[in-house]
C-alpha cells in the first residue's frame, strides 16, 4: 500500500482541460490516485498524511509519457550511421545475439534513466519483454510492453512470443505494466506476418505499436516488396486503428495523414532520433491540424543517446520553427500537451494518466526551479513557467517523481535499486553482447 501524501507550496502545471496553472498548490495522493488538488491553504486544512513534501520552488507536473520506446544497451557505439545501415550492421545483430538477463540490465538501466529525467510511463518495444517487465516492477516504471515482432526468418521475436509476454505480464504490478502487439519494420516483414498482426491484437484484446513511414528508403523497400508505402499497407490490412501508435510517421502523404485521421492511430513524434539519423522531420503541425493524436518519444538511446523527454520537447518546438521559418509552430503548452495527455490518449490511458486531476493515478514529478537557468519564475498574465519546461529545463532538474502513488525517485536519488550496481551490471551486459557480434 503506498503511503498518503501532501505535497504542498508548488506550482502546478496541470494539464487538466482547463490547463490550469496554481500557484501555492497542494495535491495529496492516497492509495496510489490523486485525492485533492488545489491551493495549499485550502487541501492540506487538517490532512492526516504519512509524508509531507515542500514543494516550494518546485513545479509539479504529470509525468512524462515516453510514446516511442526501446530499451537500449550501447549507445554511442554506432553513431554516424544512416538508418539502413544501422539496423543492417549493429541493430538486429545485437537484438539477435541479446541474452534476456542482458535484456533485464538493459531495460534496468534505460528505465533507470527515464525516470531520473521525469518520465513515468514508457511505451518500450525491444525483446525478452517479460526481463524488461521484471526491470519495471522492480524500478517502478509505468510500463507498455511489446515486442520487436518480424518473420521467424529475422530471428527477432514473433506474434507466438509477444503473445506469451501479453499472458505473462498484462496486468502485472497493479495494473502498472500493460503489453502490445509490437511491430518492428515493414521491409523485414511478410505479408503474411502483416495480415496476422490484427487478429493477434484483436484476439488478445491489446493494442498495437509500429514503426512507419520512418525513412525514405523504408518507403521504397515497402514499395518494391509490396506495391504500397506503409501506411497505406498497414490501413489495408486493419492495423490501424484508436489502439495503434505509429512511430515516426515523417514521411507523409495528404492522402497518409487522411488515413491516420479516418482510423483515429495515433503518431510518437521523436524529433531526435529523426535528426541524428538523418531521416527528416515529421509533419507534426499537418497532423494536429488534421486532428491526429500526436505524442512524444526518444526512440531509443542509441540513436539519440538520452532518454532526456525535456530535450525532445525543445527539440521538437525549435526543429518546426526552423524548418518553417515559422515561430508561431509548436507553442510550449502544445508540446507539453504531446509529453503528458497526448501521450496517455495515444495509450487509451488518459482517465488514469496524462494530467493532474482528482481520482487520476499519482503519477507526478516536481522539478526544481531554484536554478540559474530557470530563473526568473513570473506567473500571471506573463506566465514564462511553461516556456522554462519546454526550452530551458533538463532532466537532471527533476527532483522527485512519484508512480502510482510510491515515491520512486526522491533529491535526485534512485529509491527502488542500487544506481552502482545498474551501471555496472549494464556495462558489462553491453561488453558481452559486442563480443559476440564481433566474432
Known sequence: MSETILIRNG???????????????????????ISAVGKTDEVSKEMRVDKTIDAKNKIIMPGLIDLHYHTALARGVSDGLPLGTYLETFWYPKL???????????????????????????????????????????????????????????????????????RVMQGRANGRIQTRIGVEWVPISSYDFLSKVREVANRNKVGIHIHLNESLGELEASKKKFGKRPVELAYDLGILGPDCVAAHCVWLTQSEIRLLKETATSVSHDPGSNAKLGNGICPVPELQAAG????????????????????????????????????????????????TINGAKALQMDKEIGSIEQGKKADL???????????????????????????????????????????????????????????????????????????
Open 96 to 166: 539477435q545475439n541479446l541474452k534476456p538477463d542482458e535484456a533485464y540490465w538493459a531495460a534496468m538501466l534505460t528505465y533507470g534513466e527515464a525516470i531520473k529525467s521525469g518520465t513515468t510511463t514508457a511505451n518500450d518495444m525491444y525483446r525478452h519483454m517479460i526481463k524488461c517487465g521484471e526491470a519495471a516492477e522492480t524500478l517502478g516504471i509505468r510500463a507498455v510492453l511489446s515486442c520487436d515482432c518480424a518473420d521467424e526468418s529475422e530471428k527477432l521475436d514473433t506474434l507466438s512470443d509477444n503473445e506469451e509476454v501479453v
Open 292 to 339: 491526429v493524436t500526436v505524442g512524444l518519444g526518444h526512440d531509443d538511446s542509441e540513436c539519440n543517446n538520452t532518454v532526456d523527454l525535456f530535450e525532445a520537447m525543445k527539440l521538437a518546438s525549435v526543429i518546426h520553427r526552423a524548418h518553417r521559418v515559422d515561430a508561431s509552430l509548436m507553442q510550449p503548452q502544445t508540446v507539453l500537451e504531446m509529453a
Open 365 to 439: 514529478i516536481l522539478v526544481d526551479a531554484h536554478k540559474l537557468r530557470l530563473t526568473p519564475v513570473i506567473l500571471g498574465k506573463q506566465l514564462n513557467v511553461l516556456s522554462h519546461l519546454v526550452y530551458a529545463a533538463h532532466g537532471d532538474d527533476v527532483d522527485t517523481v512519484i508512480i502510482d502513488g510510491k515515491i520512486v525517485m526522491e533529491n535526485r536519488i534512485l529509491k527502488t535499486f542500487s544506481e552502482d550496481t545498474i551501471i555496472d551490471k549494464a556495462t558489462q551486459a553491453c561488453k558481452d553482447v559486442l563480443t559476440r557480434i564481433a566474432k
Open 11 to 33: 506550482i502546478i502545471v496541470t494539464m487538466d482541460p482547463q490547463r490550469r496553472v496554481i500557484e501555492e498548490g497542494a495535491i495529496v495522493t492516497k492509495d496510489g490516485r
